[in-house]
């Protein structure tokens, strides 16, 4: 099995910053791509940021030139460096990976319990 967890949500001030981390744990044989995924109360889960296991990134267009994802291949890591935050993105972040665990299966999507950033004042 493989278990993600996040930490680093919270409560923070409009124009403030934050860090989310996501750690990657259990049978893992490689990881392909790593994702943060949020979802707002009332509405669908979208896609804010991902990463190759190579280090090509894409970004939803509304996090663009603010958010920054990386990750530690060596330590099966995660992050969403989160800058000028806005009210518009509170919701509870998850943390997405496609995982092998063995040399003879295929990859499986795997997600995280989520944690919540709320953006107010």
């Known amino acids: 099995q493989v278990q993600l967890v996040e930490s680093g949500g919270g409560l923070v001030q409009p124009g403030g910053s934050l860090l989310l981390s996501c750690a990657a744990s259990?049978?893992?044989?490689?990881?392909?791509?790593m994702a943060w995924y949020r979802q707002a109360p009332g509405k669908q889960r979208e896609l804010v940021a991902a990463i190759t296991s190579g280090g090509s990134t894409n970004y939803a267009d509304s996090v663009k030139g603010r958010f920054t994802i990386s990750r530690d291949n060596a330590k099966n890591m995660v992050y969403l460096q989160m800058n000028s935050l806005k009210p518009e993105d509170t919701a509870v972040y998850y943390c997405?990976?496609?995982?092998?665990?063995?040399?003879?299966?295929?990859?499986?999507?795997?997600w995280g319990q989520g944690t919540q950033v709320t953006v107010s004042s």
């Open positions: 259990g049978s893992i044989f490689s990881i392909n791509s």
């Open positions: 997405n990976a496609v995982v092998s665990t063995s040399r003879r299966s295929g990859y499986g999507n795997y």
